[in-house]
């Protein structure tokens, strides 16, 4: 039998939460305000999870998503919510958990929001493929779910992907190949295989080359503000192709003077522009990105100093903190060593770049011992999905 639940909000994760009888209910696809039909959770945890089977009163912000496999594959999660109200929805999703987590009162209005091509805007994806057919991992499971085209994807992308569904078809597909991932800059394209129970040949990836223009054999040279940062296979580079310039620019805001430093650096995407505007820069990185970013400082023809070193290491070892420190960590956020570091060390500016909220604002519970926020930005690096990046700037208490 179905139950009829009322979405109070929208929580971080994609979902919208409803409360039967004191117990929590959470269901995708939802929006505040909607009275929906779910099928009954079957476990009995106080926070459950309910499949949606229909909306009996939609909300005003509800569009129909034009994606045909929307609700299936993993990717997207807000494509049923017009975009304008996608932004609003974060907005207020990283105000509450900055909030609770943080408890940090920050009036929402007072959040700048950044956004730019809604659709078309990832220059990285990864396939999976299986039994001759290419797609996405299913949302909370495995099952393949086969794509046809990818509206979030860049038109590069979304041209590698029916090349790789005729591909994949072919006899001369390596059937241990199950998953790719696709990296454009839209002339150049870069393949990294992700998943492979044997090595791969050359030839297929001189077949990828011949079937797909632009292909290149190692590092993708991809520009940003008239920059030109070379991408090694694998390392990170961030994958909204309409904002990075802006991201990079917002990080660094105003800020100029004799020392910063550049931590979880990647590339050198930051690097590059803060030793233009710092007398000495030291870039922090532990992947082989810091090959990168040596590569990347040197084209430029700036000096930057490169650590190859774990973040919180590097911060142990430090004996003072320059003016300015920005940082970019991971998911996992800075953590407790981090934290506990740069409070001692408490550089007068601290820019943390995040891409999850919730690790965000337990960072920020400690930090704001010392530190208040100066400005904070979501910048909405991932329209369709619930994922939030902010830049939040902090200025020493004293
Ligand atoms: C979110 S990316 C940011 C990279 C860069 N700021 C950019 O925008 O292109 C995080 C980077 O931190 C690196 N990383 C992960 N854990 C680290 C750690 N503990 N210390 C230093 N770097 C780390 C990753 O390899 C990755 O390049």
Known sequence: MALDLTIEKLVYGGEGLARVD???????????GELVQVAP???????????????????????????????????????????????RFKRGILAETLKRGAKLEFDENRIQIVSGDPWGYRNRTQFHIE???????????????????????????????????????DRRWPKFVSSLEVFTDE???????QEATQP????????????????VPGALDYEVNGDVFSIAGNSFFQVNRSLIGCLSDLAMGDESGGEAWDLYAGAGLFSVPLARKFGKVTAVES??????????????GVEVEAVRQNSEAFLVEANAAPDFVLADPPR?????????????????????????PSTLARDLAGLKE??????????????????????IGLVRRD
């Open 370 to 391: 010392r530190y208040e926020v100066e400005r904070l930005i979501m910048v909405d690096l991932f329209p369709q999905t619930f994922h939030i990046e902010t830049i």
């Open 22 to 32: 004191g117990e929590v209910i959470f269901t995708p696809f939802v929006l505040p």
């Open 41 to 87: 959770p079957t476990s009995k945890k106080h926070a459950q999870r309910a499949s949606l089977i229909g909306v009996t009163q939609p909300s005003g912000d509800r569009v129909e998503a034009p994606c045909p496999i929307f609700g299936e594959c993993g990717g997207c999660h807000y494509q049923h919510i017009d975009y304008p109200a996608q932004l």
């Open 200 to 215: 791969v040949a050359k030839h297929f990836f001189e077949w990828l080359a011949a079937e797909i223009p632009g292909t």
């Open 332 to 356: 996992a956020g800075l953590g407790a060593t981090a934290v506990a570091r740069l409070l001692e060390l408490a550089p007068r500016k601290l820019v943390i770049v995040a891409c999850d």
């Open 287 to 300: 992947g082989r990105a810091v090959d990168d970013l040596q590569r990347n400082t040197r084209r430029a």
């Open 187 to 193: 002339v150049q394209v870069q393949w990294n295989v």
């Open 131 to 169: 039994n001759g057919k290419v797609g996405y991992r299913q949302m909370r499971g495995q099952k393949l779910v086969p794509a046809a085209q990818c509206p979030i994807s860049s038109p590069k992308i979304n041209e590698a992907l029916a090349k790789l569904n005729r591909m994949a078809k």
